[in-house]
Structures are given as C-alpha cells and as structure tokens.
C-alpha cells in the first residue's frame, strides 16, 4: 500500500486528472489555455506533452458553445473535462448547464447520462474586483440534475475530481484560488471522495462552525483564535455542497446549539441560507442559534483595504462565533495582529 505524502493542491488536481486519463481513454481535458506553459496554475502541467493534442487542448473564447460541445461530447459516450478559469464567466453558458446537461437524463427517461466535469476557480488574489471574484456556486446548488464539489484541501481535491470524473451526472468542480498553494498529506493512489459526506475537521462542544470552501481552512483559524479564550469550536467541511450532508451538520448543532456558516459567496440566498434552513426544518424543537457570514452585501470592490471588509477572515469569524457562544459577555475580536499571525498559518489539512 502508498503512504500519502505532502502534495499542494494544484498537485493533486493534476494528479487526479492524470490518473484518470490513464485509466479510461475516454477522459479528455479541455478548455482556455489549459494547454499553456503556465497549465491553468500547473493543474493540467505535463498532461499535453503525455495525452497529444486530441486529449488535452485549449478552445475559443466562447463559453456557450464550448460548454454545447462538452454536453454533446458527454451524451456522446466520452468524459471531457471543461475548465473555466473563472466562475464568473460560467454566466455566459447557463442555459447549457441548466436547461441541457443538468435536465437531459430526466428528459430523455434516464436514457441519456451527461458525465460532464466543469472546473472553475473563484476567490480573490491581487483585488481583481466585480467580475472576477464571484462565488456563484449557490446558483448550481439550485439545480436538480447538477452536482457541486467545493474541496478545501489537497485530499479532497483529488478525491472529489476521480469522483466526479467517474459520475455519470454533471459535476459543478469549484476550486478557491488561494488553495492552490495549500499542502495536504495525499495518497498516491487513485481514490473517490464521494459525493453526500461531509467531514469533522475540529471537534467542540461550544458552537458548531460549517466552512465553505476556503472558508474551512479560515474557521480552523478561527477556531484556533477562539480556544485560546476557552471557546471550543466544531468545524465541518461539507466537501459537496449538492448532495449536501445535512446529517452530520444537524447531529452537531443539536449538540452544541448554535451554528455559524461561513460562506464564499453572498448571504442572500446562498448556501449559507440553505444550510441553516435544513437544519432549521429538521430540529424545530432545539432551539438552535444561528448566524451566516459571506460577502458583504455590495459588489466586490478592486482595493485590497475595502477587500479586507468585503471577505470573511479569522477574525471576523472567531468574533461572531463567540457572540453566539457566550452571548451574556461583551462582544470580543481578537486583534488585527493575532488575526493576522492566524491567517499566515499554513494549513495542514484535516487529518
């Protein structure tokens, strides 16, 4: 048997990619510049030079018509992989998404299967602004027909990938940029983390803490923060965001009676809002607080000192944690400078 070893997540996309193509011909990788020297961030690195062209290539510039041709490919018997650098531009192929690849199994009486990948990043990185930041994946959630992977981790980016290579329904694959350099213990072998289980990456008894995304890695901060001042902090990672584990979500909530969901996206209508609904419908009679955090409520502004008000941090998230943790003491945040130490901190992963 491998041992895992330490593997950046961009590794790992790679990795999964890689040994997917070798095991079924039918998997091809495409998409704007994924053939580059720069490998959409290395994720596709090596792979032209190993596949050819015919496997690995890059297309136009037109989002709607290349998601049509992965759809057609899909149907036709093939795996394609189709990268979309960024969410925001998935807007232009929606109803390819929605009212083709996401409907046709049931359309078609379970005659036609679409066993489509579309990768996409989001998040952040030198305040690149509205319409380059956007996390849309509450949008995908809405849809019956439609999976969401959202992996926090270079475990679980690997696993989900062979994952949603290997279903025969369309797979929404969203990827926070600044997990790219994030470092995780990863087997060598070709393993699935399936879709519907989500994990307990922290254990406490005080406030439960479901991240989203990168907003996993930040809670772990957070919740760091928030032991130092006796406040034991559960997170959760639900890895797929559709199937959604409610289950595991719910049993800790009921546990410790309040539940902050930290979110890569607006609060309006989100996952956060659906999330906190489920649990809510489940256990009326628990009582349990809730709060949700994400976006501010305005379009993401270019400059990084309103960039710092705009996203979630460590900070922000260990500070409403304790208001719902010990909401008879006086509000608490910890300084910018403890804050800040947290968010350097190079995340391990959960294990």
Same mark, same amino acid.
């Given at each position: 048997?491998?041992?895992?070893?330490? $593997?950046?997540?961009?590794?790992?996309?790679?990795?999964? %990619?890689?040994?997917?193509?070798?095991?079924?011909? *039918? #998997?091809?990788?495409?998409?704007?510049?994924? /053939? /580059?020297?720069?490998?959409?961030? &290395?994720?596709?690195?090596?792979?032209?030079?190993?596949?050819?062209?015919?496997?690995?290539?890059?297309?136009?510039?037109?989002?709607?018509?290349?998601?049509?041709?992965?759809?057609?490919?899909?149907?036709?018997?093939?795996?394609? #992989?189709?990268?979309?650098? @960024?969410?925001?531009?998935?807007?232009?192929?929606?109803? =390819?998404?929605v009212n083709i690849a996401a409907k046709a199994h049931a359309m078609w009486g379970g005659q036609?299967?679409?066993?489509?990948?579309?990768? +996409?990043?989001?998040?952040?990185?030198?305040?690149?602004?509205?319409?380059? +930041?956007?996390?849309?994946?509450?949008?995908?959630?809405?849809?019956?027909? $439609?999976?969401?992977?959202?992996?926090?981790?270079?475990?679980?980016?690997?696993?989900?990938?062979?994952?949603?290579?290997?279903?025969?329904?369309?797979?929404?694959?969203?990827?926070?940029?600044? $997990?790219?350099?994030?470092?995780?213990?990863?087997?060598?072998?070709?393993?699935? #983390?399936?879709?519907?289980?989500? @994990?307990?990456? @922290? *254990?406490?008894?005080?406030? !439960?803490?479901?991240?989203? +995304?990168?907003?996993?890695?930040?809670?772990?901060?957070?919740?760091?923060?928030?032991?130092?001042?006796?406040?034991?902090?559960?997170?959760?990672?639900?890895?797929?965001?559709?199937? %959604?584990?409610? &289950?595991?979500? %719910?049993? +800790?909530?009921?546990?410790t009676g309040r539940l902050l969901v930290v979110d890569n996206g607006w609060t309006m209508c &989100?996952?956060?809002?659906?999330?906190?609904?489920?649990?809510?419908?489940?256990?009326p009679e628990a009582g349990i607080h809730v709060k949700r955090i994400g976006f501010a409520d305005?379009?993401?502004? !270019?400059?990084?000192?309103?960039?710092?008000?705009?996203?979630?941090?460590?900070?922000?998230?260990?500070? *409403?944690?304790?208001?719902?943790? @010990?909401?008879?003491?006086?509000?608490? =945040?910890?300084?910018?400078?403890? *804050?800040? $130490?947290?968010? =350097?901190? =190079?995340?391990?992963?959960?294990?």
């Amino acid at each position: 048997m491998s041992e895992p070893r330490p $593997l950046r997540y961009v590794e790992a996309l790679r990795e999964a %990619l890689d040994q997917e193509m070798a095991r079924d011909p *039918a #998997v091809f990788v495409f998409g704007l510049d994924v /053939d /580059d020297h720069l490998a959409i961030q &290395g994720s596709t690195k090596g792979l032209l030079d190993k596949y050819g062209p015919e496997r690995v290539f890059t297309t136009p510039l037109s989002e709607d018509a290349m998601t049509g041709i992965a759809i057609g490919a899909a149907m036709a018997g093939m795996r394609p #992989v189709h990268v979309h650098i @960024r969410m925001d531009f998935m807007l232009l192929c929606m109803n =390819q998404l929605v009212n083709i690849a996401a409907k046709a199994h049931a359309m078609w009486g379970g005659q036609v299967r679409v066993p489509l990948v579309v990768r +996409s990043m989001i998040g952040k990185s030198w305040g690149q602004g509205a319409q380059h +930041s956007q996390g849309l994946h509450a949008l995908f959630m809405h849809i019956p027909g $439609l999976k969401v992977a959202a992996p926090s981790n270079a475990h679980d980016a690997k696993g989900c990938l062979i994952a949603a290579i290997r279903d025969d329904d369309p797979v929404i694959f969203m990827e926070h940029r600044l $997990l790219y350099p994030t470092v995780t213990e990863v087997d060598p072998a070709p393993f699935a #983390v399936p879709p519907g289980r989500a @994990r307990v990456c @922290r *254990a406490g008894d005080d406030v !439960t803490i479901v991240g989203i +995304s990168n907003m996993v890695q930040e809670s772990v901060r957070a919740a760091e923060l928030l032991a130092e001042v006796g406040v034991a902090a559960e997170v959760i990672d639900p890895i797929w965001l559709r199937p %959604l584990d409610i &289950g595991t979500i %719910l049993a +800790s909530a009921r546990r410790t009676g309040r539940l902050l969901v930290v979110d890569n996206g607006w609060t309006m209508c &989100g996952a956060s809002a659906e999330i906190v609904a489920a649990v809510a419908e489940r256990a009326p009679e628990a009582g349990i607080h809730v709060k949700r955090i994400g976006f501010a409520d305005a379009t993401c502004p !270019t400059s990084p000192w309103l960039e710092a008000h705009f996203y979630p941090n460590p900070a922000t998230i260990a500070a *409403a944690a304790w208001a719902l943790a @010990r909401p008879d003491a006086p509000p608490w =945040q910890p300084s910018e400078e403890r *804050a800040k $130490l947290a968010y =350097q901190v =190079q995340f391990k992963g959960p294990f």
